[in-house]
Nanobody, 119 residues
Framework: QVQLVESGGGLVQPGGSLRLSCGIS??????????MSWYRQAPGKEREMVAT???????NYADFVEGRFTISRDDRRSTMWLQMNSLKPEDTAVYYC???????????WGQGTQVTVSS
């Protein structure tokens, strides 16, 4: 059974940086076929997409990212990252990793990692 495991969240001051990781616990042999995404959910708000990277390496970012975040993946290591720079208090949220493949009829979420941006 495949599970996604996030790490790297924490407390950071405004303007600081964090790097989130998402790995596979279990059989990761299909990782290269997944569309990988980061979502976030702030208290009282709906979950929203932050960034997506396809199995071909194409990246897409939400407008609020404004060039501050970079999504990347390494299929040999079955791992995805989100490098977040110039963090703002409004980036405070629980960040979730998502893996999806319509071909494999697969859609899975991680447990989430808390990111808090505060002075």
């Amino acid at each position: 059974q495949v599970q996604l495991v996030e790490s790297g969240g924490g407390l950071v001051q405004p303007g600081g940086s964090l790097r989130l990781s998402c790995g596979i616990s279990g059989n990761g042999k299909w990782f290269a076929m997944y569309i990988m995404s980061w979502y976030r959910q702030a208290p009282g708000k709906e979950r929203e997409m932050v960034a997506t990277i396809t199995n071909g390496g194409r990246r897409n970012y939400a407008d609020f990212v404004e060039g501050r975040f970079t999504i990347s993946r390494d299929d040999r290591r079955s791992t995805m990252w989100l490098q977040m720079n110039s963090l703002k208090p409004e980036d405070t949220a629980v960040y979730y990793c998502n893996a999806k493949s319509t071909t494999l009829n697969f859609n899975s979420w991680g447990q989430g990692t808390q990111v808090t941006v505060s002075s």
